[in-house]
């Protein structure tokens, strides 16, 4: 049986996540930008709150932990990198566990970059994986605590899931992504279509997460380091794909 995702906007710009079980019925809250919004998420569907999971330390991914945990007695999650700060951890988790969600089961892929323990979430038999601040729609995160050996090694592990992986981001950074893309990679005949895309949605105050593997393979720039004409465009022609993403992600930090 299928899991049900339910994405809610959070903050300024965070999305949170509420997966449920069908089977058994058990919810994991991805994150926790906020108490308010991911109980108002609950209370619009009937759900009670079984699990956290979360995938960084950052507040704005754990700062509901404690009072979600009051409210529901919720068992929480947490990279086992960086457990000690984050509120509230019951039991700590790294890369190759299999985390049971009723009957369904969930892969921690470790995925450090942004911040050393980021770890995400992977629904292998949904192809659902909650990414974090790892990879957004045409971007990724900053690199806060890791190199950018780390984190291209962590980009390409997700690049390599299959295609059709819905890859369910938690910012909402799109469309500013998307004119950085843009400016890089010009030419890109498959980036220009999902910009126009993207236009769109924004236009009518739809998201444009979640995206999936297939269209972050075939648009987002810092995927494409080892992509011949983008290098070329960049006077990086040849050069080592690390070398290659850690330019696009230092110009990016300057756009
Ligand atoms: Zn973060
Ligand atoms: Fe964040």
Not at 38 to 63: C, K, Q, Y
Not at 159 to 164: D, I, S
Not at 189 to 203: C, N, P, S, T, V
């Amino acid at each position: 049986m299928p899991i049900e995702i339910r994405q809610f906007p959070c903050l300024a710009d965070n999305y949170g996540y509420l997966v449920r079980d069908a089977a058994s019925g058990l919810v994991a809250a991805i994150d926790t930008p906020d108490a308010g919004a991911v109980n108002a998420a609950l209370a619009r569907e009937g759900w009670r709150l079984d699990f956290i999971f979360n995938t960084h330390w950052h507040p704005d991914h754990a700062s509901g932990n404690l009072a979600l945990k009051r409210k529901w007695h919720c068992r929480i999650i947490a990279p086992e990198g960086e457990a000690d700060k984050i509120p509230g951890v019951d039991q700590k988790t790294q890369d190759g566990d299999r985390l049971a969600l009723g009957e369904t089961t969930a892969r921690v892929i470790a995925t450090p970059g942004h911040t050393l323990g980021h770890v995400i979430y992977y629904f292998e038999s949904d192809g659902a994986a909650f990414v974090g601040d790892t990879i957004f729609a045409l971007g990724c995160g900053r690199l806060f605590e890791g190199t950018p050996e780390q984190m291209w090694r962590s980009l390409s592990a997700i690049a390599a899931l299959p295609a059709q992986t819905k890859l369910y981001c938690a910012h909402e950074y799109t469309e500013a992504n998307a004119r950085f893309a843009l400016a890089i990679d010009p030419a890109n005949a498959a980036l220009q279509a999902r910009a126009a895309e993207i236009g769109r949605l924004r236009a009518q105050g739809a998201p444009t997460v979640p995206t999936d593997v297939a269209a972050e393979r075939a648009a987002n720039p810092f995927l494409r380091a080892g992509d011949p004409g983008l290098q070329a465009r960049i006077g990086m022609a040849g050069a080592d794909p690390v070398a290659v993403f850690a330019e696009i992600r230092k110009r990016k930090d300057r756009f």
